[in-house]
């Protein structure tokens, strides 16, 4: 039985924990577990979808397997050390640690990348390097057990290349296969260095105002 866990926390992005749990929750003998402070549901930065923790964290304090997804609501964690304390913790005994989007900010404030190559959201390098990280703009980024994933598709990504890891290449391929990951994006604008000046900072622009107004809600 492989045990893996997926923290869920008020604003969070949905894709981050869904995208690797339709991977991850494929593999022979893995049972995907979400969890948060407390069981209950946990709602999305929109508030428009929720998903429920069906564990606190302390009723899995040792997964084989930690996911991290990202979401506006990781600026709030970097200071919660329940949260933090708890990834710090599980990291001492997982088989991998793993994060998405933002979530590597949460894995940074834990200690667990001080000095390592990870990869964050392109918005969020500054930050993921202040927090001790080496930043660098690669999809996936592996570091021994630790994998990082750049932002929210990318997750679907980082969990192909772990259920690799874990099961082989042929499982991984046949996982790929099943959920028909094969992408073909109508533009080719998924990174700031294709996307051009204007939507880089049209989206820089977005992303601040949408922060700036959680943050004021909060």
Do not use: N
């Not at 407390?38 to 923790?53: C, D, I, Q, V, Y």
């Not at 930690?66 to 979401?71: A, W, Y």
């Not at 940074?108 to 930043?135: F, M, N, Q, V």
């Amino acid at each position: 039985m492989m045990r893996i866990a997926i923290p869920l926390y008020d604003r969070f992005t949905a894709l981050d924990a869904v995208g690797p749990y339709e991977v991850l929750s494929r593999l022979p003998g893995a049972t995907v577990h979400f969890v948060a402070d407390e069981p209950g549901m946990k709602r999305t930065e929109t508030g428009m979808l929720g998903l429920s923790a069906d564990l606190a964290l302390d009723e899995l304090p040792d997964p084989e397997i930690l996911v991290v997804p990202g979401g506006y609501g990781t600026r709030a964690l970097l200071d919660d050390e329940q949260f933090v304390g708890w990834v710090r913790r599980a990291h001492e005994t997982s088989e991998w640690t793993t994060s998405v989007c933002t979530g590597s900010l949460v894995l940074a404030a834990a200690g667990i990348l001080d000095g390592l190559e990870a990869t964050t959201h392109w918005l969020e390098h500054d930050l993921l390097e202040s927090l001790g990280a080496r930043p660098t703009a690669r999809r996936v980024v592996e570091q021994g057990k630790v994998i990082t994933a750049a932002g929210v598709s990318s997750g679907i990504d980082m969990a192909l290349v772990l259920a690799a890891h874990v099961a082989g290449d042929d499982v991984a391929k046949a996982i790929q296969l099943g959920i028909e990951y094969d992408p073909e994006p109508p533009f080719d604008s998924g990174s700031p260095t294709k996307a051009g000046a204007e939507i880089v900072e049209l989206v820089t622009k977005l992303a601040r105002a949408e922060q700036a107004e959680l943050e004021g809600a909060a």
